[in-house]
């Protein structure tokens, strides 16, 4: 056995880390594997870079931004492997929600109209409303950013971000102190079972196939371990497809309920895993299955594009300067390459490329693959537009001029 | 030398506290990770701010470490990256620092060895009374067996205690676990708690 630390923040898509302790397919490839659970994204990010822990449940995002030096300590990180697709939720408190469209379905369906709701909501709000995002470089901040834009909302002048732990949202937003939140599951469901929210956007509406958390490493410590990386790997794919698994979601909103770990009742983390979710207290369910993906579709792929997508964001919202270098270093993170090292004989279906037009696929298709059938689900971003990502310039300046 | 604790134990921090000023250190401001804290700070503008590395508000503090206007000089955390040992122990005693661009490394790695041993000392003090508190709810669970016991067997007290024991050694678990055990089996069948 060999023994590995990942750090974790208590949240419904630590499932797959979870998993492979608790259902034993870490054991299976001679892994022990201890979690160490971080309350913020900050101590999370310093286990990681001051080697306490070896790899760690990464905000994609914040991988990259470590990796380009905008967060603290500069450090080179590695993905080789998404824990995730989708799960996210933007939670406003009803007395905002009030003035949306108040037909709930049809509110989360359609994020076009959603977003003129909403940017029209702000002006009658008696704030400037105060939305809780999870961290600056975190696919949420991005997400919020990037649908509300389009309906002309600038949200560094309309919008007062503010940071907060996924675990004080809901208390922040009973206090007044935020009027919503978009965090990870469970916590809109949480705070729609408590009445004092409602769902009004789902990631998994605003880009259908959306990077969320990624197993992140120190890139010197992957290359110098590759056996023990390749073990994980597999090990997480397998604890991944279990996930994925409907007939499996019942035992896994229990592992996860576990004080150790989200430390939240199991039916607070079961709408995420069933994409059954309740937008208000007391309206009926409304079902989205691609809410939250663990495995089918080569989820766990880290496609380059989707690092270069964030970078994207990144300068588009002045996070950081545009250089080909920074543009070489974000896509770097992304490591396809690992992935189909650790994973091309494990029977998992390989696409046969590393980057692709995001936004592209308005229904599931069939694409090259080196193993097994592979078919992509739809990823189209609600506005339409696709990101290329050699002309990330050309895409950058589209979305200015909108 | 202005330094900031942010933390929301009074306990642990005014253990801190009292060892920097201690050491000499008189500029010291309190601030418990609550509501506006952060602008709190910012007028405070410290040279240092000491954090519980636990704290949930740590990434609400880097945000405005990112943005702020009002701080006339950066504040990045650690000292210098060369010290790895330092940076290991601040974690392993769950000490993050912030500090204020152009400070020297000799002026602040006292401050930080000092908050190490602190927080240290705070977290063996915690666990010996979180013993203390185990040890004396163990006590409270086993007499309200042992008077159950009592009342319903007609026992006596060296008797109902020697049973409670015999029972957690044929099952090899704790008298307090069995003890537990029989006052929820108590209340469930309607006797008295």
């Known amino acids: 056995m060999t023994s590995i630390s990942i750090a974790f923040v208590p949240l419904t898509d630590s499932a797959v880390l979870v998993a492979a302790r608790e259902k034993g397919f870490a054991a299976e490839q001679g892994i022990e594997l201890n979690l160490v659970r971080s309350t913020s994204w900050a101590t999370l990010r310093d286990r990681l870079v001051y080697g306490q822990v070896q790899a760690a449940h990464m905000l994609a995002p914040l991988a990259i931004g470590v990796t380009l030096g905008l967060s603290q300590h500069r450090t080179a990180l590695a993905a080789p492997f998404k824990l995730n697709v989708n799960g996210n939720a933007l939670t406003m408190s009803t007395a905002f929600a009030a003035a949306l469209d108040p037909d709930l379905p049809r509110r989360i369906d359609d994020p076009i109209a959603a977003a003129h709701d909403f940017a029209g909501a702000i002006g009658l709000h008696f704030r400037k409303p105060i939305i809780g995002v999870v961290h600056r470089f975190s696919s949420h901040a991005l997400m919020l950013r990037y649908w509300l834009a389009y309906a002309g909302v600038d949200p560094d002048r309309d919008l007062t971000l503010r940071v907060l732990p996924p675990s004080l949202m809901v208390e922040a937003l009973r206090n007044g102190e935020i009027d919503g939140f978009i965090a990870g599951a469970p916590w809109a469901s949480v705070a729609t079972a408590e009445g004092i929210g409602e769902m009004v956007a789902g990631g998994a509406r605003i880009w259908q196939r959306g990077v969320e958390k990624v197993l992140a490493f120190r890139t010197q410590w992957m290359e110098s371990e590759p056996d023990l990386v390749d073990r994980l790997l597999r090990a997480l794919s397998r604890a991944a497809a279990w996930c994925d698994e409907p007939a499996n979601h019942a035992e896994l909103a229990e592992l996860l309920a576990d004080r150790r770990y989200v430390a939240q009742p199991a039916e607070r983390i079961m709408p995420a895993l069933s994409g059954t979710v309740v937008p208000r207290l007391g309206e009926p369910a409304i079902t989205v299955p691609d809410w939250l993906l663990f495995h089918r579709e080569a989820a766990g792929f880290p496609w380059r594009s989707q690092a270069l997508w964030i970078y994207s964001q990144f300068v588009r919202w002045k996070m950081i300067d545009p250089s080909a270098k920074a543009e070489r270093l974000a896509a770097d993170v992304f490591r396809s390459d690992i992935y189909r090292r650790a994973l091309g004989n494990a029977g998992v279906p390989m696409p046969g490329a590393s980057m692709k037009l995001e936004g592209a696929l308005g229904a599931p298709l069939a694409v090259g693959a080196h193993q097994g059938a592979l078919t992509l689900g739809p990823d189209r971003f609600f506005d339409g537009r696709v990101f290329d990502p050699h002309h990330v310039a050309t895409y950058l300046a589209e979305l200015e001029t909108r | ?193």
Not at chain 2, 82 to 98: F, L, P, Q, R
Not at chain 2, 162 to 174: F, I, S, V, Y
């Open chain 2, 1 to 193: 030398m202005r330094i900031v604790i942010v933390d929301d134990s009074g306990l642990r921090a005014t253990v801190l506290e009292e060892g920097l000023r201690e050491a000499g250190y008189e500029d010291i401001h309190l601030v418990p990770p609550q509501g506006p804290f952060v602008a709190r700070i910012e007028r405070i503008a410290p040279d240092v701010v000491l954090m519980d590395l636990g704290s949930p508000s740590r990434d609400t503090l880097e945000e405005m470490l990112a943005i702020s206007r009002a701080l006339a000089k950066p504040i990045a955390m650690f000292v210098d990256q060369s010290d790895e040992d330092m940076i290991g122990a601040a974690i392993d005693a769950g000490v993050s620092a912030y500090v204020v661009d152009g400070l020297r490394k000799d002026r602040v790695k006292p401050i930080l060895d000092l908050a190490i041993r602190r927080f240290n000392a705070f977290a063996r003090m915690q666990a010996e009374l979180d013993e203390a508190k185990t040890a004396l709810a163990e006590r409270r669970t086993i007499d309200r067996a042992k008077a159950i016991l009592m009342e319903s067997r007609q026992l006596s007290e060296a008797d109902a205690y020697a049973l409670l024991r015999t029972t957690a050694m044929n099952q090899g678990r704790r008298i307090a676990e069995v003890a537990e055990a029989l006052i929820t089996a108590s209340s469930l069948l309607g006797g008295k708690m």
